[in-house]
């Protein structure tokens, strides 16, 4: 075996080595790529899912908000309807009478505000100094020194039932138990 026949020997057995790196290097990078693809898959998944329920938990809240703003509105137009009719059917000087008399258990009154159209009668009940304000009905009652207000007025007293009662009328309106 002479030096030229030893030389190929080698370079041959370099090259079969090679290859077989080569080979073993693509299988490697072919399984890297595999498992990257499969991690970005996964990654991608793992993303939709979060992004689906966070999708689904915003429409809980959006849908919780509207439902809530218009159960708000109900309850609002409600209580301005029920405004509008005790306006329409009180007999007047018979509920001024009865809030000045509630009024003069808390205040010694020297004036009384109502709606323009009640100036006359609630001047013939007592000698108060009486003035129109822009209200719906009821009155609003002040010291005789203008210091103190006790405001029974249609939209006052509305206001605090509804505040006192917000959870029963939900309740009857909506079927709501709190």
């Known amino acids: 075996m002479g030096l030229e026949e030893v030389?190929?020997?080698?370079?041959e057995k370099a090259k079969r080595e090679a290859d077989s790196l080569l080979k073993e290097a693509d299988k490697e990078s072919k399984q890297l790529v595999s498992e990257t693809k499969d991690r970005i898959?996964?990654?991608?998944?793992?993303?939709?899912v979060q992004r689906d329920l966070q999708i689904a938990s915003m429409e809980k809240v959006y849908s919780a908000s509207a439902n809530a703003s218009a159960k708000s509105i109900i309850i609002s137009k409600s209580f301005d309807e029920s405004g509008k009719m005790i306006v329409k059917q009180s007999k007047q000087k018979r509920y001024a009478e009865n809030l000045l008399r509630k009024a003069e258990a808390e205040i010694q009154i020297g004036t009384v505000?109502?709606?323009?159209?009640?100036?006359?009668?609630?001047?013939?009940i007592k000698p108060y100094s009486v003035y129109a304000e822009n209200i719906s009905g009821g009155i609003i009652a002040e010291n005789t020194d203008g210091t103190v207000r006790v405001d029974l007025s249609f939209d006052s007293i509305l206001s605090d039932i509804k505040a006192k009662n917000l959870h029963t009328i939900a309740e009857?309106?909506?079927?709501?138990?709190t």
């Open 172 to 177: 009857i309106l909506f079927g709501v138990r």
């Open 113 to 124: 505000y109502c709606n323009k159209q009640d100036v006359s009668g609630i001047s013939g």
């Open 41 to 48: 898959e996964e990654y991608r998944k793992s993303a939709d």
């Open 7 to 11: 030389r190929k020997e080698i370079i």
